[in-house]
């Protein structure tokens, strides 16, 4: 499977110095980084945490990037 990520020029470059002084390609370390990220444990939620989850009903489409974006204007 092939995926598509948008990422800034300055970061793809850094990326890619980095990969080949690792004699590696940018897609393996890619790779490799996300099966490390899957293979950690997800720690449990905090009991207040876990209590809060889901109390929110929003409505369809809401987006809350908008909306941050717009309060912070």
């Known amino acids: 499977m092939s995926i598509t990520l948008e990422l800034s020029d300055e970061v793809t470059q850094q990326a890619e110095q980095y990969a080949r002084q690792q004699g590696r390609s940018l897609a393996a370390l890619v790779e490799e980084y996300l099966r490390q ?31 941050r974006d717009e309060r912070a204007s």
Do not use: M, N, R, S
């Open 37 to 67: 990220l899957a293979a950690k444990p997800v720690p449990p939620l905090a009991p207040a945490v876990q209590e809060l989850y889901g109390i929110l009903d929003l409505p369809a489409g809401f987006d809350y990037k908008t909306q």
